[in-house]
T-cell receptor, first 109, second 117 residues
Framework: LAKTTQPISMDSYEGQEVNITCSHN???????ITWYQQFPSQGPRFIIQ?????VTNEVASLFIPADRKSSTLSLPRVSLSDTAVYYC??????????WGLGTSLAVNP | EAGVAQSPRYKIIEKRQSVAFWCNPI?????LYWYQQILGQGPKLLIQ????????DSQLPKDRFSAERLKGVDSTLKIQPAKLEDSAVYLCASSLGFGTGNGNTIYFGEGSWLTVV
């Protein structure tokens, strides 16, 4: 099972771009990279998923280098409502996911 | 599309009492998960069902926790007897397939908050 490492916490200000990097050195060939967002008192919510290169949706972008040993979640122009915990997960269909501690992002006015 | 429904939302019990949580997954989702999340930590998988069969229950404390998914739809998680360390949020989730990747997304409910005193 691939293990992930991400910063425990990050601070930012409204309107800035936030990049959260996740390390997954022992990622396997069939593993995908998925990011979830969790607000207090709520269950995690899917943000974005990718396998290689770059993926973009209406909420975020995910950058994955060629060696796939890390990935970066990019949140453009954050607002106060983006204050949450962000989890990076690595796994493949049919296999168990291991959740780490996540990155607690605080967006300040 | 209706999301994953869980109840009760909050529960306070005394240690050694029992409690049950109910989950209704998204319609058509074959895979159902129960996670335990202790404050400040990431979710920990307790049990995973594929339809009504158990795929993984390696982290379920079977001496006190039990779960079932009758008819491959709704599920119930029971704790008996509860311990102080069981105080946590119990998250139910569902997905079309299991695991992650290739477009498979896991959808979570709001969680059931348990406090054992």
């Amino acid at each position: 099972l691939a293990k992930t490492t991400q910063p425990i916490s990050m601070d930012s200000y409204e309107g800035q771009e936030v990049n959260i990097t996740c390390s997954h050195n022992n990622i396997a060939t069939n593993d995908y990279i998925t990011w979830y967002q969790q607000f207090p008192s709520q269950g995690p919510r899917f943000i974005i998923q990718g396998y290689k290169t770059k993926v973009t949706n209406e909420v975020a972008s995910l950058f994955i280098p060629a060696d796939r040993k890390s990935s970066t979640l990019s949140l453009p122009r954050v607002s106060l409502s983006d204050t949450a915990v962000y989890y990076c997960l690595v796994g493949e269909p049919g296999r168990k996911l291991i959740w780490g501690l996540g990155t607690s992002l605080a967006v300040n006015p | 599309e209706a999301g994953v429904a869980q109840s009760p939302r909050y529960k306070i019990i005394e240690k050694r009492q029992s409690v049950a949580f109910w989950c209704n997954p998204i319609s058509g989702h074959a895979t159902l998960y129960w996670y335990q999340q202790i404050l400040g930590q990431g979710p920990k998988l307790l049990i995973q069902f594929q339809n009504n069969g158990v795929v993984d229950d390696s982290q379920l404390p079977k001496d006190r926790f039990s779960a079932e998914r009758l008819k491959g739809v709704d599920s119930t998680l029971k704790i008996q007897p509860a311990k102080l360390e069981d105080s946590a949020v119990y998250l139910c989730a569902s997905s079309l397939g299991f695991g992650t990747g290739n477009g498979n997304t896991i959808y979570f409910g709001e969680g059931s908050w348990l406090t054992v005193v």
